[in-house]
């Protein structure tokens, strides 16, 4: 069974940039979010680790310590560093109660943008099949197009035939340059959907685009159901993606 959550939580914060008082508040209610949705699977973006401004907590750590307690399945993480904030570091994570292998920790530097960011890639064994899941924050100011290609680039020789579920913040609209890469340029890949939500201060505003995406390949969308949860716990709400039908029946594509 695949059900997968994509979350940008801004470091813990609260959605108008501030701290709670207690900093893991915020992320206690993360996992119970994923615990709620029963999510296996969770890609997170905007990820501190030992930072002063999160409490020198080691927020991947934590969540997936939570998710063990809550769901009383053990659950393993794991982190790559975009950028160093002197002390800690900020970064994305995946995290699995699935076997889980790191593949790839690509950092994708900058040229316009104040910051770098990054892609990890892993395999996660789920039901005898290995599907490789990948987290990515693209930048700002442009760099989300160079970005994007040099994660296709990276994917094109080695993982063109196999089952990928790529997750995370675009920074980048539907329809945009950066969108165009990730779906055809190198392994074409399906955009999961649900199309058209808006998933940015929607809070404020239900307007607001939708900048936070599952691209798959090697998975028929006919199997696949998303949606955006109205949570609003930092500036993204999660998209949770979640299979219908049982992995052994699934009519692949793009094979």
């Not at 889980?100 to 770098?116: A, F, G, Q, S, Y």
Request: charged share 20%.
């Amino acid at each position: 069974m695949i059900n997968i959550l994509t979350w940008n939580i801004k470091a813990g914060q609260n959605k108008d940039g501030s701290y709670p008082i207690k900093k893991t508040k915020n992320l206690n209610r993360i996992a119970e979010i994923v615990r709620d949705y029963g999510a296996s699977i969770v890609c997170l973006q905007e990820v501190d680790a030992y930072t002063l401004r999160s409490g020198l907590i080691h927020q991947a750590k934590y969540i997936a310590h939570k998710l063990t307690l809550l769901t009383g399945r053990p659950w393993k993480y794991e982190y790559i560093v975009s950028r160093n904030m002197k002390p800690g570091y900020h970064g994305n994570a995946i995290l699995s109660y699935y076997p889980m292998d790191v593949i790839l920790k690509v950092p994708l530097t900058r040229i316009n943008d104040r910051e770098n960011r990054s892609f990890l890639l892993t395999s996660i064994y789920v039901g005898g099949l290995s599907i490789y899941v990948g987290t990515f924050h693209l930048g700002l100011k442009g760099d989300q197009s160079f970005q994007a290609k040099k994660i296709k680039n990276v994917l094109k020789d080695k993982y063109s035939n196999e089952i990928v579920v790529l997750a995370g913040d675009l920074n980048a609209e539907e329809g945009s340059k950066a969108y165009y890469i990730m779906r055809y340029q190198g392994p074409p890949m399906l955009d999961a959907g649900p199309m058209g939500v808006c998933t940015l201060n929607c809070y404020d505003n239900y307007n607001n685009p939708k900048i936070d995406f599952f691209f798959v390949r090697g998975l028929s969308t006919y199997s696949l159901k998303a949606q955006v949860l109205a949570v609003d716990i930092s500036d993204h709400r999660p998209i949770q993606l979640k299979e219908i039908l049982r992995t052994s029946n699934i009519n692949h594509a793009y094979r």
